[in-house]
């Protein structure tokens, strides 16, 4: 053997070496039909085997996995549909970190069993109504950023807006519509939450009285409201907020304008037909009465002017609430329409506020419509009739960009940092990303306007969430696709099955858009989903002070420290001031009579960081979570005599059974 | 280079291509500090480098992960806590896969909106209440083997039982203990679930009567109720259940024996110093009142002799229950007691029914008592003395096995399929494992009644739950630490945070017991949990025949097919006959006068699998979910005049929002 053959066997080894070491990790993908393995360990492998895990599995496992300790990206709000709660889901692992109590009592969080927070829900509706349909929350904007501070959720059920504070996570307000029992389009806000919106959805009379169905068109009203939030103080406005009057084709989601089209809201419309069913009869039922036109329309509404036209009194009173009339918004420029194809439902506007993607559900097509062109158009007058209301229809063409194929029943869209959009596809099952055009074929650069891939979910994709999707600057890496029907996803729990949240990586340009995880959603029907980084979020650790009062975010002149206890009698009143630390409260032995109104405040006098206590009063329907510093109140009669142990029912030490009292009730 | 040369280069080489290979794939673990690259694709190894991920989470992650559509193999069912539900969760995917509404209304799945749920709730405790506190579930058996029929579950707060059906994981029946308002030491059955065990806790005269705190010792009581059920009926038959009188010591677990200790039940107890509390008299508060004492009282029941004297006509009726009185139980011998160190939670029997094991939360031991040798004291009368009450106490010296010191805070004790036992160690934060005696040594094979590991939690650990740890065959695997603080695991969701389950993987022998997954539970603080192998459950994917009624298992009365739709009128009443299928109601208008009484059926008249839909009627406070198959009734008075729009709430196809229809009630 030569030199030159040395040379030549070495190097032959050499690239043998380098082809190992390339393919080294690999090797086990490419074991069998798609199997592999990592060689991280025997176990690992073992496992991998067993369940015949493909290299994809694998490679979501350690994207969706957070070891103990770590914290989610992101955090995702989602609706808690009749639940009535909110959701709070940590992205990309997926785990579901709390469930608020909005519209429904919830013993956990003793939401609804405390006096303010009895008054809270009681307010809005009366004590009648104990449950919601929650349906779409906004997190709070500023210059349209989610800015971390608040998230608002409607009740389609009984047209009701809720204010959650995101610094405790907690409920703090809810609003009634006084003229509508119904809406869908809501929650949804301005870019510096000025306004939260909450569109109606079935039309009725004004005040949900009495009309015959026979009277739709002169007596049905649809409408759209805009809440007036004030940031400081946390609260709804109502007395600065005011509804549009609109023709009772039954709204659907809107979307607030933003950038470009700041000062602009825009809301959907199905049922322009006027259909009232009537199957009973013999008549078309809603679902093909309402679906017989092949255009209903997109409502574009001037809120800025809207508003400036309440401020200069020009609207009506309606049930004490401030009502622009059909005829002054078509005066004042406030509302125009746009034929829009067919049965849509999603409205979504693009980050730069430009282009607004109207799907469709009985056609194939996104619908793109340019907020230049609208503006041109209204400038110009370029309508092409008007509605039976008087509304002004704009031209279609005049403002339509473009219309993109997009597959079987579109509905929601949402955009990401590339330049791509993402819209769910209901019948197709499927959530499809297609390039945006105009300045955004720069950042993908692509064709224009063009499906890219899609990815199918299972099953039947409503809404999808991406991460910061519904701001300015969208962050793209996930979407979360929430399915309605889970079949044979899950093991099986029963007739009744969870539905199923699937995230999607889109961190990656072009056709890869991987399906990476199934999150059964156990509990209601969610509807939509805002994700926001979890650190613009700066929720309490603990409340500021001992003695805190949630609801107004303030001391509470109920609140005491350890030492201040006391049982005040004052005729046939008893009131308490109890304070709750690990393991006992004071006072533990309550002596009342027979038919005492109680009033009991209680102070968990911790401040250690979950140091939680709760207070379950049995057969008084009483269960508080106190929270280290908060006070909260009960109220009740005594009303039955007897011994009744209270508790705090939050585990909170090795004592914590110990931590009891007794309530005794003389005859 | 000689041919000598060649061969040491060509040598080398071929030992580096060797070493290249045997670690590949280790390559990444050995890089830097415990980070690992597993060389599955560029982005998988760019994932784990940016989240540090140890080979431990990797290995963590494919361990839990499942792949959309595969199914756990176990289904873990886990009380509530103060949520008043029960919890299903996917094994070994930590998945949440349904909220089971129990003792707390629950909309999204109408229960306690329709007519019969509102009546399970109600028959109840009244309509009062509406919460529970969840603790304990326990899954039928069939020769000491959960045999996946029925789930029962206890409510803490108002002394409880109710029976979950686990062919459409519904709740069927609630019981209330007419005895008391506190139990803990439920629900644990019997190994044929001849009886379901309901032990009391606080101390309060029967029937939750006054009587002053000063009469504790004499008018106070405790007691253990046994609920007879009927597996065939799925019911509880009060008429044949029964309680036990016992003195008023706080009762706490019970486990029901089994092979060898088949007959008996075993309950703990604290507070037999009978401490009455009074902080606010500077008495010694509850928490070390009830602590004096270095031993309570286990209390060793015969339940087959006490079921016998009843029969026999041996009992007391109170509160229109049969009661055993102590004095009789004590004749019987139906009741000993035996001394357990100190402030004792949780008792434990192993599978073959040998031994029991106590942990004492003030205790570093675990006390394992023999049944054998219980047997023969009790035979024997080795009796150390009698209580207050005149129960025998048995020798604690007789019947102990052995004590083993297993850390800070015993509380839990399961057992797997290798002769090991595993205790939740609460101040210690930790599941520690350690070696049973008996026949158990040749299982493990190593020294018996020693610690072999600790595994720590995060943070303060109450139960424990094996995969079908409670059963005479437990099947190791998995265990699930129900921890109670969460602090820092999670991201911050505000002052009040959720619980957190710790995954530990228990498929080894030794010292190797990772903790593999984290999981919130962010509704109540859950106490214990079952876990069942998923293949034994055989829940239906819709009910049986179309018009079913869920509550007695039966075809309903009111169910109807397609084109039996009808509107009657009688008088005041309204009874409505309507079916729901996709995508609309029938009939759509319904037309009544304020002040009618509604009688409303709905049938789904669907048949496929996850085809349900719901029905919302505003104002009337009615959400209900309909499953495949399934009749429902509510019932209401048409108090308001005006139009309620009524909507199916489970999104059910594209045209969803089109199945609706107006309630009009004419004034």
């Known amino acids: 053997m030569n030199n030159r053959k040395i040379l030549v066997v070495g190097v032959i080894m050499l690239i043998s070496l380098a082809f190992v070491l390339s393919n080294c990790g690999k090797q086990g993908m490419e074991q069998g039909a798609g199997k592999v393995s990592v060689g991280l360990s025997g176990e690992v492998d073992k496992v991998i085997k067993e369940r015949d895990l493909t290299p994809e599995n694998v490679a979501a496992a350690v994207k969706t996995y957070l070891p103990t300790g770590r914290h989610d990206e992101y955090i995702m709000f989602s609706s808690g549909g009749h639940s009535g709660q909110l959701l709070v889901i940590g992205i990309p692992s997926m785990r579901l970190l709390k469930v608020v109590g909005v519209f429904t009592p919830e013993p956990w969080q003793g939401w609804g069993y405390s006096k303010d927070t009895k008054e809270v829900l009681i307010n809005a509706m009366g004590d009648k109504v104990q ?13 349209g950023e989610y800015d971390g501070k608040f998230v608002f959720i409607n009740d389609k059920a009984h047209a009701r807006v809720a204010v959650i504070d995101l610094r405790d996570f907690e409920t703090k307000q809810i609003v009634k519509n006084p003229l509508s029992l119904s809406d869908h389009g809501g929650a949804f806000v301005t870019p510096n939450t000025e306004y939260v919106i909450e569109g109606g959805q079935y039309g009725m009379p004004f005040g949900y009285k009495y009309a015959s169905i026979d009277e739709y068109a002169e007596k049905y009203r649809g409408m759209v409201t805009f809440w007036k939030f004030d940031k400081e103080k946390g609260r709804i406005i109502i007395e600065e907020s005011f509804a549009l009057e ?22 959907n419309s199905f049922n322009s037909e006027m259909s009232t069913g009537g199957i009973e009869e013999g008549k078309p039922p809603f679902e093909s009465g309402v679906s017989q036109r092949d255009m209903d329309y997109l409502h574009v509404i001037n809120w800025k002017k809207a508003a400036e036209t309440v401020s200069q009194g020009k609207f009506e009173t309606v049930e004490g609430f401030k009502v622009i009339p059909i005829k002054t918004a078509v005066e004042e420029g406030i509302l125009y329409f746009i034929p829009e194809p067919k049965s849509p439902h999603g409205v979504d506007v693009t980050p730069n506020g430009e282009y607004l993607v109207i799907a469709g559900k009985l056609d194939p097509h996104a619908t793109v419509y340019s907020f230049s062109k609208i503006k041109r158009a209204i400038e110009e007058k370029k309508f092409s009739g008007k509605d039976e209301y008087g509304i002004p229809i704009l ?9 993109v194929e997009l597959g079987l029943g579109p509905l929601h869209t949402q955009f990401d940092d590339k330049g791509y959009a993402y819209t769910s596809l209901f019948l197709e099952s499927a959530v499809v990303r297609w390039t945006l055009g105009g300045e955004y074929a720069k950042m993908h650069g692509e064709e224009p306007w063009r499906v890219v891939t899609k990815t199918s979910i299972h099953y039947n994709v409503g809404h999808i969430a991406a991460a910061e999707g519904d701001t300015v600057s969208p962050d793209g890496k996930y979407l979360v696709s929430l399915n309605k029907w889970a079949i044979d996803r899950f093991a099986d729990v029963g007739p009744l099955l969870p539905q199923n949240f699937q995230l999607i990586d889109i961190s990656s340009k072009g056709e890869k858009m991987p399906l990476i995880y199934d999150m059964p959603i156990p509990i209601g029907e969610p509807h939509y989903a805002q994700i926001i980084k979890a650190d613009k979020l700066k929720p309490w650790k603990v409340y500021p002070e001992v003695g805190w009062d949630p609801l107004t975010q303030t001391k509470s002149s109920y609140g005491i420290k350890a030492g201040e206890e006391k049982v005040v009698r004052k005729g046939k009143q008893v009131e308490i001031f109890m304070t709750a630390v690990r393991s006992h409260f004071n006072p533990e032995r309550i002596v009342v009579n027979k038919g005492d109104k109680i009033v009991w405040h209680i102070t968990n006098i911790e401040t250690a960081h979950d140091a939680t206590h709760g207070l379950a009063i049995p057969y008084y329907n009483i269960n508080l979570s106190i929270e280290p510093g908060e006070t909260q109140t009960v109220e009740f009669i005594a009303d039955r005599e007897g011994v009744f142990p209270f508790y705090c029912s939050e585990f909170c030490s090795a004592l914590h059974l110990e931590m009891m009292g007794y309530l005794l009730v003389k005859p």
């Open 246 to 267: 609109l023709p009772p084709y039954w709204q659907d989601l809107c979307d607030a304008g933003k950038n470009a089209s700041d000062g602009w809201v825009f809301c």
């Open 131 to 143: 449950w919601g349909d929650t349906h779409h929350p906004a997190l709070s904007e500023t210059g």
């Open 395 to 403: 031209d279609f063409d005049a403002v339509k960009e473009v219309q």
